[in-house]
């Protein structure tokens, strides 16, 4: 059962649309729903509020604004920075200023739209460019060295630039939503789609006065999370709270795709300047690298993201000299958050770009820059056929003046822990109940990455028993307290490990109950195969759960589990922050069209690492799918904001995001058989909701590659991610 590929436990909910989400429901009679009022200027001082025609519109049962709420009037996660509702000035397009309850959706956001806002305007700060000039930062600027800051000065050889990622909308299938219910005084019970039920138990408590035991949030599952509903989710359950606590009645809230997008914050964008100097194999000497990124108008998750970003603009290169510059820039937009991988991407792509530059000043095979700078000893293996590729290309690209094709191998190396250490601890509850069925509950929230299938294994194997006598049952504050969000791709680490542990406690004292009664040492009995044995004493686990009941036995445990060793001093930035790391490499082939700019994925060679898989299906789907994702980023999704700061692309009509159609026709993905764990946790496998993503770097620099083939120059390609078919044929102009 521990390594065999299983399906995901509600794959056939998911594909026959019986699966149940926060929408899906039974509504509790007399429920409302609920829309947002939401401002239609990005940067404005808000002179006056007028709400009456809200609040005479047809179906309306209640209008909420700041004034309203009895408790505070936050949704900052990490700092208290952010408002739920805007009073005086609002500081970006889609802010939301008040909320309506009605008896219907349609009568509810008909009303949201009717509030008259009397604004003053000021100029918006939209892009990291406007805001780097202005030095208007929402955190410090984080400046980090290793060995000398000025070694650069000292290289022969040198390349200095620019280069540009975009941000992306997670495009969760299930959008944001929560339906809040009153209990007895003043209680309330949230269902939410969110990635970390606890936060928002804390905020809807703050907002409605409550201590936090007198609200309990709930979910069975969530339609796709990304990082997007980490912290963003709050706003929604909150106001669906505070409305519930209004009138006294039930309330959703769903928003719509576009609101959705308008009003959700996404995946940093970042400006870099680096300078790099090198030897004459394409060594890197030093690294003077500046990072910026678009925060929006609040911290939100941007300390640790754009700290991760500066842990991993190493990727998998040695750098002995490093010299890093990380702004965290303010502007009047949507507060960025966290996106699959949380700064990585962001940081890999960096250091990828540098070593694309110096091969491309060397006029050598950017594979070889990149092998010269691994950590540890090079690779062996290539079933990939890189070289024998390589050459096909050049052949290809030789004979076709109007396609051209580009090759990449690109490696990740990624950190797997929480960077904020508290962050890093689970807990679990286990029922055996006396038919033998297992009751298991855990702190993690299932987002379609198989964390409850692959939770469900440790157990099934801990207990010795079969896969379909354990029962998932929905994350909630009331079963465990405390919890983390299921991020940093370490759910299955953390809540798998906390599980565990609540079996063990079983196991020691239904070991402990049999030893007495059949006279064996606690050490001899066996869980396995349905059964509890010792010497030629056997029960069946059903039968041992009865008995042990029936002797006062108790049947239910909590688990506890926290990362051990890891410690980081933010302050020095000096420490483990991470537990282990997680590794892959990918070989991408594309051809593009030189006079459209249009590109296509021919070929993807992935070769990923989760050490012993615990559910090879899962962690496949998982690598194909982060891939996708990646790819998406780094092509086609497109994030536009005019220059008043309103976000033009909030809708699938102009934001595009991969279809099935846009995966390659050869498609390899290899699990790395040699893979284990270094650190005994999950059975020694590894976290793989994340890593895989940024395996789609090698897409980006195979268009790069491509591109590099219509020019002689030896400049770097001024290739800006999305390399979609604009950027692509700008960067062939430009490159002349
Ligand atoms: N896979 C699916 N299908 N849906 C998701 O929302 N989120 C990703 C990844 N894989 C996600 C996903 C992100 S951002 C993280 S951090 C991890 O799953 C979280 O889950 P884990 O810790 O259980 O891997
Ligand atoms: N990843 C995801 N979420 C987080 C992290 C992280 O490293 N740190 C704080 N929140
Ligand atoms: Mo994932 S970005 O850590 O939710």
Redesign the pocket.
């Known amino acids: 059962m521990i390594g065999e590929a299983l399906a995901h436990d509600s794959a056939w909910l998911h594909v026959s649309g019986s699966a149940r989400y926060v929408d899906d429901l039974p509504e509790p009679p007399g429920t409302l729903y609920a829309a947002l009022g939401m401002s239609s200027e990005a940067a404005a001082k808000v002179l006056a509020l007028d709400l009456d025609p809200v609040r005479s519109a047809p179906g309306v049962v209640k209008v909420i604004a700041a004034a309203d709420i009895p408790g505070i009037n936050c949704i900052g996660p990490v700092v208290p920075d952010e408002p739920t509702f805007a009073t005086n000035e609002v500081r970006f397009h889609g802010q939301p200023l008040f909320a309506v309850a009605a008896t219907s959706v349609e009568l509810a956001r008909r009303a949201a739209r009717l509030a008259r806002v009397h604004y003053e305007r000021r100029n918006a700060v939209v892009t990291v460019d406007d805001a780097l000039e202005r030095k208007d930062f929402v955190l410090p600027t984080l400046e980090v060295t290793r060995g000398d800051p000025a070694a650069t000065a000292r290289s022969e050889n040198l390349v200095e630039g620019t280069l540009r990622c975009g941000g992306q909308e ?1 495009f ?1 299938l299930e959008g944001q939503v929560a339906l809040a219910i009153p209990g007895d005084r003043g209680e309330m019970l949230v269902h939410s789609s969110t ?1 970390h039920p606890t936060e928002i138990q804390h905020l809807v408590a703050a907002a409605l006065g409550l201590p936090d035991a007198a609200v309990t949030v709930e979910l069975r599952r ?1 339609g ?7 912290t963003q989710a709050a706003v929604y359950a909150v106001a669906a709270a505070l409305l519930a606590r209004a009138t006294g009645r039930p309330v959703k809230l769903r928003v719509d795709r576009d609101d959705d997008m308008r009003g959700t914050g996404k995946r940093h964008d970042f400006l870099y300047r680096y300078r790099a100097g090198f030897d004459g194999r394409g060594r890197i000497e030093a690294l003077d690298l500046m990072l910026a990124s678009r925060c929006g108008l609040s911290a939100d998750l941007s300390s640790a993201v754009n700290d991760r970003a500066v842990f991993h603009c190493d990727n998998a290169y040695f750098l002995p000299h490093i010299h890093i510059v990380s702004h965290r820039c303010r502007t009047d937009t949507v507060s960025s958050t ?5 700064g990585g991407p962001q940081g890999m792509f960096a250091i990828e770009g540098v070593v694309a530059a110096i091969a491309r000043r060397l006029d050598i095979d950017a594979l070889d820059v990149r092998k010269q700078n691994l950590y540890g000893a090079a690779p062996r293996n290539d079933r990939s056929e890189y070289r024998q590729r390589r050459r096909a290309v050049r052949e290809f690209n030789a004979h076709s003046p109007h396609f051209k094709r580009g090759l990449a191998l690109t490696p990740v190396k990624f950190g797997i822990s929480f960077t904020a250490i508290p962050m890093n601890q689970a807990g679990a509850l286990v029922h055996i109940y006396t038919d033998g069925s297992v009751h298991l509950n855990h702190g ?2 299932e ?5 409850f299938i ?1 939770v469900a294994q440790i157990v099934a194997a801990e207990l010795g028993i079969d896969l379909g006598r354990v029962h998932l049952t929905p994350t909630s504050t009331a079963k465990v307290p405390n919890t983390s969000p ?10 798998g490990e906390a599980a565990r542990a609540a079996c063990r406690e079983l196991k020691n004292r239904l070991a402990a109950y049999c030893a007495k009664r059949w006279g064996v040492q606690a050490s001899e009995v066996r869980f396995a195969d349905n059964r509890v044995s010792a010497g030629n004493q056997s029960l069946g686990f059903h039968e041992l759960a009865r008995e042990a009941f029936l002797d006062r036995i108790p049947l239910s445990a909590t688990g506890y589990w926290r990362t051990p060793e890891i410690h980081f001093a933010r302050a020095r930035f000096q420490g483990e922050p991470f537990f282990y790391f997680a590794y892959g490499a990918a070989v991408s082939e594309v051809a593009i069209d030189r006079h459209t700019g249009e590109s296509r994925l021919l070929r993807a060679d992935l070769l990923h690492d989760v050490g012993r898989s615990l559910n090879p299906a899962i962690d496949r ?2 690598i194909e ?2 891939f996708i994702q990646g790819m998406g980023w780094l092509t086609m999704e497109e994030l536009y904001w005019d220059e008043r700061g309103e976000l033009k692309t909030h809708a699938p009509s102009t934001y595009k995001i991969p279809v099935a159609g846009d995966c390659p026709p050869q498609f390899n993905v290899w699990l790395w058989e040699r893979g284990e764990n270094v650190r005994e946790v999950a059975y020694r496998s590894k ?4 890593p895989p993503l940024m395996l789609a770097l090698s897409v980006f620099h195979a268009i790069y590659d491509a591109i590099g083939a219509t020019s002689i120059s030896r400049e770097a390609v001024p290739l800006v991610a999305p390399a979609t078919p604009e950027n692509i044929l700008k960067a062939i102009h430009a490159l002349g």
């Open positions: 997670h969760y990635q969530l796709g999370g990304f990082g997007g509903k980490e966290a996106f699959r991988g949380f993690g929230t987002m379609g990455q198989g964390l692959k299921t991020a940093a791709s370490s759910g299955t680490d953390t809540n789907g998982q799918g982060g976290a793989v909701g994340e």
